[in-house]
């Protein structure tokens, strides 16, 4: 009888293992096409990073600098109404930037603003820390706002790719506009 019972359930014992072998086959090819895509994101923020000589900083690394007391200036490069004012890293200044590479300025991109404006706006310290960030590790905001910090001679320029969305998934404080 116990031979028999075996022998009945071996079709649904194979069934189950053919069925977690092709769950685990899928799982497998997701995991490895993901990996395609943290490669390509990581390529990419390396390109931006040395095209645009500057440096980058975690959302960790960020919190303890900002923690530390130390001058710093935070420029967050996202839209005011539509990001900036609802969430943004405490004690940041808000100055817009395009998502597609500004390799020239353009003021229609930078909502109105000159380059004057953003040199004020980074201070005359030149040697001065200054963070910048966006959104997320895809948007290239932060990249523009960092390459031009850097073309204008501020040699102490970091960026932070995680941008809001790491510093508020880290579970940091975000703070916004009161109006």
Known sequence: MRLKKSILTAPVFLTLLLGFSLSAMAFGANKFEQEVEKETGAVKLVREVIRGEYG??????????????????????????????????????????????????????????????????????KSKTIVIYCGFVKCTRSHNGAMWARKFGYTNVLRHPGGIFAWKGAGYEAEAVNQ
Do not use: C, N, R
């Open 56 to 125: 980058v900083i975690t959302t960790e690394e960020l919190k303890k600098l900002i923690d530390s007391g130390q001058e710093i200036l935070v420029v967050d490069t996202m839209p005011y109404k539509d990001s900036y004012k609802k969430s943004h890293i405490p004690g940041a200044q808000q100055f817009l930037f395009p998502i597609p590479e500004m390799t020239t300025w353009d003021s229609k991109e930078t909502d109105g603003k000159s380059q004057e404006d953003f040199v004020a706006l980074l201070g005359p310290d």
